[in-house]
């Protein structure tokens, strides 16, 4: 007779994943298997609802429940990220989850060593989560276990993370069992059923059913899917007792050989790990530094790869003059600093006194050298000793993936062929493999140098290009633009340092001196009762994503008494994309000081409605690149003026730079663009050219003439 629960349905529509055995699988028949098969139809039984029970791969079996399409799921982990969508059931079953390695692949026994490996997961599973909490982000993504298997046979992936019940099953069945090794348990978790968030009343009914299965039933259950008790025999028990004497004699000798053997598989543990780690500093060797060169080149993690090679300069005498025990502890210190570095893909130990860091991504000459001038001030930071500090200086050899080798051993080989050349150099310096390339980085050292000095010796000045009024000819702002006078006739452009600058950390206090000196000229002219300008500054992207942007833009403000809406900040479309969301707050609180915001070369690539509506934006300023084209290319009209339009519709200034010509001049004005900038206009000027060309009070347009 079934039984009556409160606000029952007619049909209770359940989904979980499809390959996962002893729970849920699909058979040799092709029709779903599995412990929750059987428990659903005896709830069916119990209830009288009807069950369709759906199995599907995990990441669709999600997907369902929130389109509405299931009301239940199961096998569902209760993870941080998943509180907020679904009401969990108690839990019914604890899991283990582990990470299974290729057997070719040794020492990684805990969940550090898998940086700089690939990882295999099933789509939506909570393995994700938990390695990412980890910072573990290179991850492979597949629709089920048995693709992930089959991924391991074509070796497009070596390492997984796996649930222990179904990988065992799968890595059996498909003879993989021998050529993977557990590596370590990963983490536990338990099961529950899960609904929609608000939807707890069909998880009421879903215990009130679960209650009905009685225990012989469930014993039933456990013995088909989860395996049978051995059935004693009188014979065997009269036996057991016989053995019990020989147990209780033997006890000593099963601690001695149970003690020895963790011993033992402790010692093979520690082989396996020391066979791919230093012992001193538990950094990866220079094997493992091979193989997983070797694995980020296979897997084209980046365009490119740069190895650095880092000897320490004489180490030796520091052995000699305070002990190998001091030495060692500076060894790991060394290493210390070396793994705090940004988007380091693997750090190393390689030798006695030599470490390799290798960095992946879109990586140029200038982020290159930036970063081995990092490494070299990291090594020569003071190491305390007792009451003194040991100083130690490196030498860099540097080897770059693709042009300098194409797998690891390459790589190290050309790498070391660098060191050796900064030592014999003088030491405590880098040289790239290429020759071409320590050329250029040359020059950028140079340039450092000369920047670290440009602030104390007043070397860079400000220009100041008019921005006008298109409707009424009338100047309404100027945009301040940095240059660096090296001295009486070198002239750096800002194209030229300020990458660099970026790089190197140099453009705080660039950016800073660009700020104050800009509000203060711009009050300045205010004070001389000159109309209201506005002053636009561009921000570059580290500027733009820096924590204290709000306290530098302040301390201008405050310091020239420049009123906040006469502040324009410049800001490109790319810092807006990748810093926005992290620095909205600050930026809602400098637009109430009372300032606006440009986007700079506005139609460059990221062009979006999105983040114009969601940030603070007053001004779109159009690339001088459109210009070119105007009047007269149809193309370069049609994109023009949908800007402009789409600018007017959104409340927004539109400013075009580059305008050259009266016929792009009298263009713009006709399709309702605001402001124009450019040197039909007027050229960049220094402070006192641009007070003389405004004392000549200018008219626009000014005609073909000029």
Known sequence: MAATVQATPTTLRVVSDNN??????????????????????????????????????????????????????????????????????????????????????????????????????????????????????????????????????????????????????????????????????????????????????????????????????????????????????????IFAYALLLVVIAGMALSVWVFTLRRAVERRTRDLGFLAYHDALTRLPNRALLTDRIDHAIKQGEGARLALFLIGLDHFKRVNESVGHEVGDELIKAMAERLSGIEQAHTVARIGADAFAVTLLGTLDTTTITAAAERMLRLVAKGFAWGDRNIFVSASIGIGIYPGDGSDGASLLRHADAALGQAKREGRARFRFYSASLSS??????????????????????????????????????????????????????????????????????????????????????????????????????????????????????????????????????????????????????????????????????????????????????????????????PKAVSLVSTIVAMGRNMNMRVLAEGVEKLTQWNFLRDVGCDCAQGWYIGPPMTAAEFEEWMALGPSFPPGDGR
């Open 20 to 237: 996962y055995p002893p729970y849920l699988f699909i058979g040799p028949d092709h029709q779903p298997r599995g412990y929750l098969v059987d428990e659903w139809k005896l709830w069916e039984e119990k209830t009288g609802i009807h069950v369709e029970l759906v199995p599907t791969n995990w990441a669709n079996a999600q997907q369902m429940l929130r389109d509405g399409k299931a009301d239940v799921i199961e096998l569902m982990f209760r993870t941080p990220e998943r509180e907020a969508l679904y009401d969990y059931s108690e839990p019914y079953a604890k899991v283990t989850v582990g990470i299974y390695v290729d057997a070719t692949i040794s020492g990684i026994d805990d969940v550090d060593g898998l940086h700089g490996f690939e990882v295999g997961v099933e789509r939506g599973d909570a393995c994700s989560e938990h390695l990412r909490q980890h910072g573990i982000t290179a991850l492979k993504q597949y629709s089920g276990y048995t693709e992930m298997i089959d991924a391991v046979r074509r070796r497009d992936v070596r390492i997984l993370c796996m649930d222990d019940y179904p990988a065992n099953y799968y890595l059996y069945k498909t003879g993989q069992g021998t050529g993977f090794n557990r590596a370590f348990e990963f983490y536990t978790g338990e099961f529950h059923r899960a609904v929609l968030k608000g939807h707890g009343d069909t998880l009421a009914v879903v215990a009130e059913g679960m209650k009905l299965i009685t225990g012989e039933e469930r014993d039933a259950l456990q013995r088909k899917w989860m395996g049978r008790p051995v059935s004693y025999t009188p014979y065997t028990q």
């Open 440 to 633: 250029e980085a040359q020059g950028l050292l140079d340039l450092g140098e000369g920047l670290r000095a440009a602030l104390q010796r007043d070397e860079f000045v400000l220009l100041y290009q008019p921005q006008v009024e298109l409707r009424t000819g009338k100047v309404v702002g100027v945009e301040a633009l940095l240059r660096w006078r090296r001295d009486e006739t070198h002239v750096v452009m800002p194209d030229r340092f300020i990458p660099y600058a970026e790089e190197t950390g140099f453009i705080s206090a660039i950016g800073d001196w660009v700020l104050q000196e800009a509000c203060h000229r711009a009050a300045h002219w205010l004070r001389r009762g000159w109309p209201e300008l506005r002053m636009a500054v561009n921000l570059s992207p580290r500027q733009f994503g820096s924590a204290d942007l709000y306290e530098h833009v302040s301390d201008a403000l405050g310091a020239s008494g420049l009123p906040p809406h006469l502040l324009e900040l410049e800001i490109t479309e790319g810092s807006l994309l990748q810093h926005g969301t992290a620095v909205s707050a600050m930026l809602s609180r400098l637009r109430d000081l009372g300032l606006s915001f440009a986007i700079d070369d506005f139609g460059m690539g990221y062009s979006s409605l999105a983040y114009l509506n969601r940030f603070p934006i007053q001004v779109l300023k159009i690339d001088r690149s459109f210009m070119s084209g105007l009047p007269d290319d």
